[in-house]
Each structure stands twice: as C-alpha cells, then as structure tokens.
C-alpha cells in the first residue's frame, strides 16, 4: 500500500490548491506555511471576515476598458497586488525565492523579499531584473546588522522597506512544536545573513567553519522584545527609502505612524500566525483608512485567495493588496510556472470582477459597492 494519507488523518484543506501543495512537500513544511497560530481562529477568520461582504454591482456603465494600474511611492504599478513577504521559500520548491521572483518579474507583480529568504537579496535581486522589489526587514537587536541588511536593500535596487511590527516573538504555532521543527534552525532562513558582513563580524568562526553556531546566532537576533517607536528614526538615519510598517491593526497605531512620518502602512496579522484571537485584517481595515485619510498608502494582507477578495479590500480602502500563501502554494506544485498561474488566475479574476461590477479602474471601487446583509 502506497498511500501516504488515510481519511482519518486528511487535514482539512481550505482550497484544491493547498491539498496539491501538500502532496508536493514534506508534511512538516506543508504544515510551517498552512498553519497558524493558537486555535487558528484569526486565520479563519481572516477568510470569514471577505465572505461576509458582498458586491451589489452597477450596470451599463462601458466596461470595454479597464484599468488595474495604481501608484505607490511615485511610481505607477500595472495592478494593486504585490507578492507577501514569505521566508524560508526553499521549503516550498528547492528554487525558492529565485521563482517567486521570476514570476513576479514575468508578470510585472512587485515582489517584497523577506529577511528570512532562503536566497541572498542580491541573488533575489538578479532574478527580479527590473522588476520592482521591497525589503521586509526584521529589526534585530545588533544595530549593526540592521542598518547593514538596510543599506544592502537600497544598493540593491529594492525601493522600500517594510519593518514588521507583529513579531517581537513567535506565536504559538502548535504544529510547529509537536513536529518539532524549525526552517530556520535547518538553515532555510539564512540567504541575507551568512551573505552578510556585519552578521558574520559577530561570529567567532565563519559559517563555513561554524555553520551551527551561526544559525545560532542568527536565532538570537530574531528576538526583538525591546522593539519600540525610537527604531523608527534609527532606521531613517540608514536610508532614503520609504518605509512601511506591517502588522498595523489598530487604528491609534496607524495614527503613530503617521506621527513618526512612516510612508505606508501594511494591515496585517501576519496570516493569523501571530496573535490568535485577533481582529481580522479586513475588519481592521476600514478603521485604519479613516484615521489615514489617504494620507500615505494603506495595503492589507492575510486572507486573500481571490480577485474578488482584491475588488473587496480595495472597495474598503486598500491601495494595494499583498499575496501571501496561494503564491507558495502554487511555488510547491510547480515552481515559477506554478506561481506564475496563481497570480496571473487572481488578476484574471479581479479584471473580471471589476467588469461585472461595472468599475473601469480601482478608484471607481468604492464601498457604495459593497453590502453586509
Ligand atoms: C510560511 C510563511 C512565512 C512567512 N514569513 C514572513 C516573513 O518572513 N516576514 C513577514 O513579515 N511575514 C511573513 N509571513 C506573513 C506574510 O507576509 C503575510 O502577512 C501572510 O502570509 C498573509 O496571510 P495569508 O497568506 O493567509 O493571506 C509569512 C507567512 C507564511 C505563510
């Protein structure tokens, strides 16, 4: 019997996508990118929180054109979706990073690089070409490695730089524990730091002669406890790029960052990996842009499946929207081609989506479009 799963022990699966991507991987890498935190009730209810709003479209309105471009930072991009900041990618597919670049690039989607990539961001940077890239950073504890990993990202051509804010430690991922496992113990999260010169100035030996007490040593600049609004200017002091922070829920929180002169915000609970319990994204959303009032670009991630989950979070003020999982799922059944479809299928479905609605471009998507019932 060659069967790798009985019924009794099918997880259950939140699309055919992601039961493909599980047949694809080990079940402990299925598991790092598929679960969440606690009981996974905000992940759940990051999916929940779209379906409980519906379109009431317009009609006869002249749809023959659409327009999906929109402008972040001065420069105008073909669509509102940009690829999630996801580490450890060779987990999902042995090119990891190297792909999702790739099909961004072939699809002119930006793509924002985690700090925890598999690859280096100069290797990321290669494979993106032209194409338009972001940095998220994790603030670590060693300045000096923080304003390295900033300085790096700007010379190699990403165009801002995303602080995520969630994670001043991990949540409670219980899956993770009970398959005791790690990708960045494994060194799937290293890409940015072992190609680092501040980073490898902190060891003792170099990684090739040490390669366990740098992985050790890069765990310990993940704990970012003492993390408070002062890093903000510190990190100004290294770049003249925009910075957004990610992780913003609450709407005094999006208020601060306006105060501390932050370029953008990013709503997100990180895929309910984070805080269980938590507010959804889209259910924070409308909050925050009211307090923003389009002062500075306001994006959402977590729970996005769909174009018309796109059409839905911009009809409540999103500028743009972030991609997460679909994109590694679809990097695990079939590297850069499989990512490449899921994208292109969730811009398909926008654009159809708005012609149906009876909306020519993202500004004519407006909550009047939407309905709780
Ligand atoms: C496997 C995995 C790894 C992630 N790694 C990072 C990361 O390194 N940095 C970060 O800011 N967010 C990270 N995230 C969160 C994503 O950027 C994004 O917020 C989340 O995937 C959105 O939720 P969704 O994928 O369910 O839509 C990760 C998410 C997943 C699933």
Redo the contacts with the bound molecule.
Sequence with gaps: MTLRITNETLPKFESDLEAQAYEKIRKEAFD???RGAGDEAT?QE?LSAFDKWKIRPRVLRDVSKRDLTTSLFGTTQKTPILL?????QRIAHPNGELASAGAAKSLGVPF?I????SYSMDEIAEASGNNTRWF?L?CSPENSVTESLVKRAEQNGYSAI?I?VD?PQLGIRKSDHSNNYSPLAEGN?CGNYLSDAAFCGLLEKSPSEDMEAALIKQSELMDRHTLDWDILSEIRSYTKLPILL??ILHPEDAQLALEYGVDGI?V??????QLDHCISSLDALPDICQVVNGRIPVLL?????SGVDVFKAIALGADAV?????Y?YGLAVDGEAGAKRIIENILHELEVSMTLAGVRSLSEINAGLLIKP
């Design positions: 790092y990118i598929a992940m990051n999630a900041p996801i580490g450890v924002v985690s700090s925890v990539s998220q994790y995303v995520t994670t999260g990610k992780g990013v997100s609970n990180h895929g309910g990996r991630d977590s729970g996005i499946r972030l991609l997460g999982r679909p590694i």
